[in-house]
T-cell receptor, first 115, second 105 residues
Framework: DAGVIQSPRHEVTEMGQEVTLRCKLISGHNSLFWYRQTMMRGLELLIYFNNNVPIDDSGMPEDRFSAKMPNASFSTLKIQPSEPRDSAVYFC?????????????FGEGSRLTVL | GQSLEQPSEVTAVEGAIVQINCTYQTSGFYGLSWYQQHDGGAPTFLSYNALDGLEETGRFSSFLSRSDSYGYLLLQELQMKDSASYFCAEGKLIFGQGTELSVKP
């Protein structure tokens, strides 16, 4: 199995530009989680989906952030417009066991720098 | 609020044993997970405790006490490659700030 695949691995953009991060889940997994990691705030959950349905988006910072899961194996996280404070590593992770138990499988992350 | 507290850094020597503690304050607690992360790479799952007691997986063990809202990760026979950040987490939703473990020769 290829594992969770994220793209792009690195993105450098200018303030105000739209950023789209992509994630492919492990086949057979039905839960998808987006996290953001920074030195100051650590690893924060942004949003998670179960069976393609957003369950908890309380971690999404503001309306500039949106996430979709158009099918069972793929998700996008969009930031529009981007700001320098959005600079972080964004991880997606998938699981076959919901939000409370079991193992999370993380992708390698997308390192975003907003200038 | 919901939070997990763990030490920010721990240093130990190769071959030694180290314990990384985690105290939590969450509602609807299901269990405690532990993840390892090398240099900003992908966090990888180490263990999950749903019930009180010790879970052992090779050189790593994890312990949970629900009555004390406390758990720990125990690493034995430390190796240089164990130098990494270790995170405790409540389920998959809330992560501690991470403990940076440095293993010295």
């Amino acid at each position: 199995d290829a594992g969770v695949i994220q793209s792009p691995r690195h993105e450098v953009t200018e303030m105000g530009q739209e950023v789209t991060l992509r994630c492919k889940l492990i086949s057979g997994h039905n839960s998808l989680f987006w996290y953001r990691q920074t030195m100051m705030r650590g690893l924060e959950l942004l949003i998670y989906f179960n069976n393609n349905v957003p369950i908890d988006d309380s971690g999404m910072p503001e309306d500039r952030f949106s996430a979709k899961m158009p099918n069972a194996s793929f998700s996008t996280l969009k930031i529009q417009p981007s700001e320098p404070r959005d600079s972080a590593v964004y991880f997606c992770a998938s699981s076959s066991a919901g939000a409370n138990t079991g193992e999370l499988f993380f992708g390698e992350g997308s390192r975003l720098t907003v200038l | 609020g919901q939070s997990l507290e763990q030490p920010s850094e721990v240093t130990a020597v190769e071959g030694a044993i180290v314990q990384i503690n985690c105290t939590y304050q969450t509602s609807g607690f299901y269990g405690l997970s532990w993840y390892q992360q090398h240099d900003g790479g992908a966090p990888t799952f180490l263990s999950y405790n749903a019930l009180d007691g010790l879970e052992e997986t090779g050189r790593f063990s994890s312990f949970l006490s629900r009555s004390d809202s406390y758990g720990y990760l125990l690493l034995q026979e430390l190796q240089m490659k164990d130098s990494a950040s270790y995170f405790c987490a409540e389920g998959k939703l809330i992560f501690g700030q991470g403990t940076e473990l440095s293993v010295k020769p």
